[in-house]
């Protein structure tokens, strides 16, 4: 079993869970790991890592002044209602921070992490979960 956290989303609104450590459960692999909402069950997010689409979504981490700013992506992706990043985490060991977002705020995101050694997530309302490693 992972030592990641796993997401989980809602298909009927969008929503996310986040298993934090999968690897503690004693279902025999994370697909027998059941989450619901409203009654319907959640998928299991992939982590995707490869971006050839026009639009870009795998988080890019820089470090700034007292942390790292994460940003989605190399082209800044849309932060439109229908279309948006809902949230931005960054894993370090064994911390992880979340930032949560809104249509219209910019695509990033700022941690008071004190390396960019880190594996940055963030969740598309429309395309899913993107990880840079
Ligand atoms: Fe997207």
């Given at each position: 079993m992972e030592k990641n956290p796993v997401f989980y989303k809602c298909l009927g609104c969008s929503g996310t869970v986040m298993v934090m450590d999968p690897n503690r459960c004693k279902a025999p692999s994370i697909e027998a790991i059941k989450v619901s909402c409203s009654g319907k069950e959640m998928q299991v997010l992939e982590e995707q890592k490869a971006d050839f689409a026009k639009e870009k979504h795998v988080p890019v981490v820089e470090k700034v002044e007292g942390g790292i700013k994460v940003t989605v992506g190399s082209t800044p992706h849309p932060m439109t209602p229908e279309h948006h990043i809902a949230w931005i985490g960054v894993q370090s060991g064994d911390d992880f921070m979340l930032h949560h977002l809104k249509p219209g705020d910019k695509p990033e995101a700022f941690?008071?992490?004190?390396?960019?050694?880190?594996?940055?997530?963030?969740?598309?309302?429309?395309?899913?979960?993107?990880?840079?490693?």
């Open positions: 941690f008071p992490c004190p390396n960019t050694d880190v594996k940055a997530y963030e969740f598309c309302n429309i395309h899913n979960l993107w990880v840079t490693r």
